[in-house]
């Protein structure tokens, strides 16, 4: 089997190679740490690798896979997002603040696909805790799109959305809290869900905003997507906010038939705003779903326009209280010699924060300040209930929602690095879902100047299958998805 | 001028859930330091809470052994500050919406008149962790130990007038939250701790002065001194034309002052938002019923009982109920067949006296129930008399047996055989015969004197056992005769 085969497999594809014996988990492996190690230098898509751990849970899989006995993801490599805590291996969030930290327990969403038997290769780039559509805020440096070096790709899970299209990994992590999956996967050209609040555990991922948090898979499928979200779900005891909902096996929920399937368009997110170009490839994927039996329906959502408005009240308020444990008092970083207690807060914090990180807890902040509250935080949770209305109101006719992931493509680094709400546009397709708690998946829907678009789907709460079948359909009818970057360009 | 206390007192009570009310780290009292701190606990990035039930479950007994109402959905919120002790930069508590609302809390003052307190609230978070000032030099060590334990903190209205009515609420807040098992209550050990409320104004004024809060007060005797030496304070800038300035202060014990405890007058922000990573509380009322199911009898109810059942007086109801342990020792006693007067007085008194002079609770008294239980029955029975009761009782104390083994043992028995009484008296009388002379010439009340001599005579003969109802009678008797 060619690198190249190894490289741009899908998770079921490879799944089958492993237990067919056609490769090894540890093959595979290496092909992956290779593939990192020769193209991280110009992506810089991953923070930490862990390769000698992964050889060994990697020969372990094989081992088990000569057995018979196999999870659902044995043997198949992966990254997770620096967001999620990893026993013993360092986890940043992006931030100069964790540069350092080691954590000594894994997140539920680690342990759960570690139990499946999937191999951690690393920790991917994000942006600083999170705060970011473009992957300039990490610590750790920018990401450089794969399609593009010249280009953003996306973010918060800006690495792991690089390092997918890269050939890094089949598998990996993100965590979406206003679109940080959505809007770099459509930036990179792969799948990306957010699963409804809920879905997913969110203990041992390190919190920006506590209510709007979402972890989900990054893949080169809707149907890997499918596996690893059944390997990810699930209620937990250790997250009071965790669904206690059966979880279906979503892979063998797929079947591809969506006749009938009714799909709302809401005028809002295609209004003229929305670039001609995006609009294009949007319709153009939306029609390959009506020609497989769906129908599309005009619907509205009033409240469209105040969701990031609102986001960027309660997003900044609930970061500013979780962002309070790093004080340097107890770990993470500590300025040099503080003078006395003030001292030690404001420079370990100054120091250890970056502008973005600083800017959105300054933010959040003054939204709780005594005489704001009702102004910003009440009103704020009160718009984002009749943002969730809307979307109930539009679900009674619809069975799904689909719109842009993004506005537009990839965009060089810098362009809107200086113009705080021109970044915080890049989510108004996807802020909504979150603030609603609602699924939400991009899919490949073709190219604009040789750089990916994404397709939104959003579902109602707790259908990730209907989405995932949609999606699973378009890739079925079209290649969008097959489109790669020039990976022998990113090797030096 | 004459001015008026105004005090209202916010109380928080360490519940005695096994484990922290957001993590799974024990909560006994006096580990090491930071020996039970989890992750949670410390705040570790990641970490998430998860609600201890028990602790919903103490709180809600509270709020119906203070029949207040319940709330059907209660909420957490966050209080936000920075401190070292505090590992997450905020404190999990009940902002908008508290798991105990508006009730009424009947205090028994010493004369069993019943004085209302309205309670505003009672609502749960977590206690901060201690800084450690004294373990390092020019460093401050952080003991995350007590951090993420549960607290009630509950609420009055100002509806105090004295520190005495301030003392007699904490003292019947106290029993009541033994009584329900939900705090071990222990004050030393920072079980209950009071923050007061306090102002002045004048005499018939509705309105309400400007107030100071003492902080973390921790004794009922500190309670006391500090109102007393805070309304010393505030009349004395009134008296002087001043005013007081609204701040929070604390309690200085050993000068018997109270202090300013910030110097900025800056109000503190503490920007409390919901709680994100928990759900509401919800509660219904079959989960009311539930608890309601498992709430002993308090102790107003057990007051009147042992004044109806038992026959006893207020005073010595009020003494016994408070401790449910001594309450459970005076039934005991009766129910072991000890008269239920005589057991209060036994219990009040010796007993009383003896555990306090060896500093040793109730549940651990030597003498064991049905051991005062036996002597009492022998008291009543004319086996005893009450000075040879005492002896029996410092046996008993002592371990040496049951009341009977010792009274067998040491040959106690009283004498009230009539045949052989009437004998001493007699061999008394024979022996002293000037004081039988002086007797009979004296006149009815020198006489009742006089018969003083021959009763201690006698009490002496018989070493003391002598029933002395029946010598008086016998001497009485005999004397008369001599004429």
Same mark, same amino acid.
């Given at each position: 089997m060619t690198d190249n085969a190894l490289l741009s497999g899908s998770v079921s594809a490879l799944r089958q190679q492993l237990r067919d014996r056609a490769v090894s988990s540890e093959e595979l492996t290496r092909a992956c740490l290779e593939r990192i190690e020769a193209c991280n230098g110009k992506l810089n898509a991953v923070i930490t690798m862990c390769s000698e751990l992964a050889i060994d849970s990697a020969r372990a899989a094989d081992k088990a896979i000569a057995k018979g006995d196999f999870g659902s993801l044995t043997g198949i490599p992966l990254l997770h997002k620096d967001i999620f805590c990893t026993d013993g291996v360092r986890t940043t969030c992006g931030s100069r603040m964790l540069e350092q930290f080691v954590p000594a327990y894994d997140a539920t969403v680690v342990s759960k696909m570690k139990a499946e038997g999937a191999v951690m290769l690393g920790k991917c780039n994000m942006d600083e805790f999170a705060m970011g559509s473009s992957n300039e805020t990490s610590f750790f440096g920018t990401v450089k799109n794969p399609w593009d070096l010249n280009c953003v790709p996306g973010g918060s899970s800006g690495g792991s959305a690089a390092a997918l299209a890269a050939g890094m990994a089949p598998l990996v992590t993100g965590t979406d809290t206003g679109g940080s999956i959505r809007q770099p996967a459509s930036l990179c050209g792969v799948t990306g869900l957010k699963p409804t609040y809920g879905r997913v555990s969110r203990l041992g991922i390190i919190a920006f905003a506590s209510s709007l948090d979402q972890a989900g898979p990054m893949a080169r499928t809707a149907e890997d997507c499918a596996i690893a979200l059944t390997a990810m779900a699930g209620i937990d005891a250790g997250d009071s906010t965790s669904a206690d909902l059966p979880v279906p096996d979503f892979h063998a929920g797929l079947n591809h038939d969506i006749q009938g399937l009714r799909i709302g368009l809401p005028r809002e997110y295609f209004n003229d705003d929305l670039d001609p170009e995006v609009r294009e490839r949007v319709m153009t994927a939306l029609s390959v779903l009506e020609q497989a039996g769906a129908t599309l329906v005009d619907i509205e959502l009033p409240h469209s326009h105040y969701a990031i408005a609102t986001y960027y009240v309660i997003a900044p308020a609930e970061a500013s209280a979780n962002l309070a444990r790093y004080d340097g008092v107890r770990f993470g970083y500590r300025c040099d010699e503080p003078v006395d207690l003030e001292d030690l807060y404001l420079r370990s914090r100054s120091e250890g924060f970056g502008e973005e990180v600083q800017r959105r807890i300054l933010v959040g902040t003054y939204a709780l300040s005594a005489g704001? $509250?009702?102004? $910003?935080?009440?009103k704020a949770q009160q718009v984002r209930r009749v943002i969730t209305e809307d979307f109930t109101r539009a679900f009674d006719r619809v069975d799904v929602i689909a719109g842009p992931s993004a506005p537009g493509i990839a965009f060089p680094f810098g362009a809107k690095q200086q113009d705080p709400v021109a970044m915080y546009m890049e989510d108004i397709y996807t802020l909504a879902v979150n603030l609603a708690g609602l699924p939400g998946l991009s899919t490949p829907a073709g190219l604009i100047n040789g750089m990916p678009v994404g397709l939104q789907l959003i579902g109602k709460p707790f259908d990730e299958q209907t989405i995932l079948n949609a999606a699973h359909r378009l890739q079925r009818d079209t290649d969008w998805h097959l489109a790669r970057p020039q990976l022998e360009a990113l090797a030096p | 001028m004459s001015w008026e206390t105004v005090i209202g007192l916010e109380v928080h009570l360490q519940l005695a859930t096994q484990s922290k009310i957001f993590s799974g780290s024990a909560t006994v009292f006096g580990a090491a330091p930071n020996e039970q701190a989890d992750a949670v606990d410390l705040g570790m990035p990641g970490m998430l809470p998860v609600l201890n039930e028990e602790a919903v479950r103490y709180a809600v007994k509270f709020g119906l052994g203070i029949g207040a109402r319940i709330g059907e959905r209660s909420v957490f919120d966050?209080? !936000? @500050? #920075? @401190? +070292?002790?505090? +590992?997450?930069?905020? %404190?999990?508590?009940?902002f908008f919406a508290p798991i105990v609302c508006e009730g009424v809390f009947e205090v028994a003052l010493e004369d069993g008149t019943l004085y209302p307190i309205r309670i505003t609230r009672a609502h749960l978070e977590e206690d901060a962790g201690k800084s450690v000032h004294d373990a390092f030099s020019r460093e401050t060590g952080i003991d995350l130990n007590r951090a993420g334990t549960p607290l009630l903190e509950i609420v009055t209205e100002p509806d105090f007038r004295s520190a005495e009515q301030a003392v007699a609420y904490l003292k019947a807040l106290h029993s009541l939250v033994t009584?329900?098992?939900? &705090?071990? /209550?222990?004050m030393a050990e920072g079980s209950m701790r009071c923050d007061i409320n306090i102002s002045l104004r004048e005499k018939g004024s509705d309105a309400l002065?400007?107030?100071?809060?003492?902080? !973390?007060?921790?004794? #009922?005797?500190f309670v006391e001194r500090a109102i007393h030496s805070e309304y010393e304070r505030q009349a004395d800038i009134l008296d002087n034309g001043g005013s007081i300035t609204q701040e929070t202060r604390l309690y200085d014990a050993e000068q018997n002052v109270t202090r300013s405890?910030? &110097?900025?007058?800056? =109000? !503190?922000?503490?920007?409390?938002f919901p709680e994100p990573d928990l759900l509401p509380i919800v509660i219904d009322a079959e989960y009311i019923e539930s608890v309601r199911a498992t709430l002993p009898e308090l102790p107003g109810a057990k007051r009147m009982r042992f004044t109806a059942e038992y026959g006893l007086n207020e005073y010595d109801a009020a003494l016994l109920v408070p401790n449910h342990s001594l309450a459970d020792y005076f039934e005991s006693v009766v129910t072991a067949g000890g008269a239920a007067k005589p057991a209060a007085n036994w219990i009040l008194g010796d007993l009383t006296a003896a555990l306090n002079r060896s500093e040793t609770d109730i549940t651990d008294s030597p003498?064991? =129930?049905? %051991?005062? =239980? /036996?002597?009492?029955v022998r008291i009543e029975d004319g086996t005893l008399s009450s000075k040879l009761a005492k002896q029996v009782f410092d046996a008993l104390w002592a371990g040496e047996g049951d009341a009977d083994q010792i009274i067998e043992a040491r040959g106690l028995k009283q004498v009230s055989d009539s045949g052989a009484l009437e004998s001493m008296v007699e061999a008394v009388i024979a022996a002293n015969p000037a004081q039988v002379a002086q007797y009979l010439a004296a006149d009815e009340a020198k006489q009742k004197k006089l018969s003083g001599f021959f009763v201690g005579q006698i009490m002496k003969a018989s070493k003391g056992q002598a029933n002395p109802q029946m010598v008086n009678e016998l001497l009485l008797l005999k004397l008369n005769d001599q004429s």
């Open positions: 704001f $509250y009702d102004a $910003y935080f009440n | 966050r209080k !936000n @500050y #920075f @401190y +070292p002790d505090l +590992p997450k930069g905020y %404190q999990v508590s009940q009584y329900l098992g939900i &705090s071990d /209550g222990n002065g400007t107030r100071t809060e003492i902080k !973390n007060v921790n004794s #009922f005797r405890m910030r &110097s900025k007058e800056v =109000a !503190n922000d503490y920007r409390y003498v064991s =129930a049905k %051991q005062l =239980a /036996g002597l009492i």
